[in-house]
């Protein structure tokens, strides 16, 4: 999709969780296509580099700080929105939690290992050993957070009858790739299953709603997790992929900004991922 290259002049978009990574490059993008476009997130230096790169793109740009598990905050930050550009015409809800902290790194690189050497069948024991807190803290962001968003999106997108809303899902959320990460695929899923729901619902008032499943991702936080593990071990790792890759940023940030313009897709799961989910 990155040769099909969206017009998207005269609209407004926001993209939440844009401090770093992917989020940051779907901005970016945004801007280069020619959207007005709004960033959060709760790294406000982070969210500063975006605003930069947004501006030097040659788009407008609002930066806010935003914890979307909060109802309050997400509806404070709309009205900015609408009292900097007047309306919301693309929403990408790309703000979640991720598994990487150091015991997510030891329970991913156990599933890998799992999945590509010759070890005894057993129970790898993640999902007996996820706290309470730690399973509500990733619905409170992945999930709510984007209920959260979408609800505020709607309420200007059905009266103006013009809206597209990107969800970022994962291959977590339609596979076992993540078996890793119980909790983050749950969520996963669930806005898999949400993106359906409310795409039929609002696609007759020209709302088209999306989401992108992404494999795995080429940020600096994953990037840095494969220096870490080795080669023997790397190789491993794309062994479970036939492209042998991982995908970029630009990438998958072109995936949302098609997503985000003129086309006849309702209610897709649109997951680049090399090969690894097929």
Known sequence: ????????????????????????????????????????????????????????????????????????EVADMFSRIVERFGTLHILVNNAALVPNRPVDTGRRNRHYAYLTTPVPRQSLGFTSTISDEEWHRYWDVNVHGLFYCTREALRLMEPQRDGRIVNIASIAGISAMSAHSPHYSATKGAVVAFTRSVAAEVAGANIFVNAMAPGGVATPDFEAFLGSIGEEKRNQLWQMIPAGRLGTMEEYAATVTYLAGEHYLVGQIISPNGGAVI
Do not use: F, K, Y
């Open 1 to 72: 999709m990155r040769n099909q290259r969206q017009n998207l002049a005269g609209r407004v978009a926001l993209v939440t969780g844009a401090g770093r990574g992917m989020g940051g490059a779907i901005a970016i993008d945004l801007a280069r296509a020619g959207a007005s476009v709004a960033i959060c997130d709760i790294d406000m230096p982070a969210l500063e580099e975006t605003r930069a790169a947004v501006e030097g793109a040659g788009a407008p740009c609002l930066a806010l700080r935003c914890d979307v598990s909060s109802s309050r």
